[in-house]
């Protein structure tokens, strides 16, 4: 803390002359002077020609510090929130410290440049060019609220697919190719299936394609047309997925259109869960009406 701070403990000092109550002042403000002058020839023992120094921290630097640090070539940034501190330290690849005894090169990061911009009526303070972050933040713009929460989705829904990618190490073509081909297997799989049950799979494969069926609808295509070509193409052997721009056929790998493999999974296991939550239902309320007619 490089201000001064009232005690935790309640107490009182008694003074008889105005020399006594000067020596009391110098006394408390000397304990915050000493970590300034510690960080101040900390600066002067790392820093190079050209180099600058900032500190930044979590809680508050008096004015008279501020001017100290600032005649000495520092920028010093205050009341940094927790999280931030936290973020910070991955960024720039520093350690956040407690005290400025035992400060060591080694717990300092690296930025190019740190400077403070206002953004409508906020003061941001944007830490640029670090080495090897492993933390960022993204600043998202828009002309109103509806349309910077839709950005902001759009990032969460972009980032979340690509840490699912590389937790799951394996990726699924998209473009509705992975619902065609599954469609195509289980009817070819309910021909070798008997009694009633031949029902629910070709259902089930029925299903399967509406998917690539609303893809051909948003994008202004005739859904029959488009699903026919691609499922031809997976008859001859080829994994396609269906082109929105032309409404024709595609190679997904081609033109980098992936799916995660793990939200398949959900969505394939989540369908029969759901379907079969659904028949119980019908089965109990049939069985309550019957109820009712013995009644």
Request: charged content about 25%; aromatic content about 4%; glycine content about 10%.
């Amino acid at each position: 803390d490089l201000e001064y701070t009232k005690s935790e403990v309640t107490s009182n000092f008694f003074y008889s002359s105005a020399d006594q109550r000067e020596k009391l002042v110098e006394s408390e403000r000397k304990v915050t002077d000493d970590k300034v002058r510690q960080i101040i020839e900390f600066k002067r023992g790392v820093c190079g020609e050209g180099e600058s120094f900032v500190v930044i921290n979590q809680k508050g630097i008096d004015p008279l510090s501020l001017d100290m640090l600032a005649k000495a070539g520092i920028l010093g940034l205050r009341r940094c929130k927790r999280r931030n501190m936290e973020r910070l330290a991955k960024a720039c690849g520093s350690e956040a410290m407690n005290s400025t005894d035992g400060l060591t090169k080694s717990c300092l990061g690296w930025a190019g440049t740190v400077y403070e911009e206002t953004l409508g009526e906020e003061k941001y303070t944007f830490v640029e060019d670090c080495r090897n972050p492993h933390s960022c933040t993204i600043l998202v713009k828009g002309p109103n609220k509806h349309t910077i929460d839709q950005i902001k989705d759009a990032v969460r829904d972009g980032l979340r697919a690509v840490k699912n990618a590389i937790e799951d190490d394996a990726l699924v073509p998209g473009a509705g190719s992975l619902e065609v081909a599954l469609s195509l297997y289980l009817k070819d799989h309910s021909k070798t299936v008997a009694g009633r049950a031949k029902l629910g799979v070709q259902a089930y494969a029925e299903a399967l394609l509406v998917i690539p069926k609303t893809l051909a609808s948003n994008a202004g295509h005739d859904t029959m047309d488009a699903l026919i070509t691609v499922q031809d193409e997976h008859v001859n052997g080829i994994v396609a997925g269906l082109d929105l721009a032309t409404g024709g056929a595609c190679a997904p790998e081609d033109i980098g259109v992936f799916d995660n493999l793990r939200v398949k999974k959900q969505m394939i296991q989540s369908a029969g869960v759901i379907a079969s939550q659904l028949l119980l239902v019908d089965e109990i309320m049939r069985a309550g009406i019957a109820a009712g007619r013995k009644g």
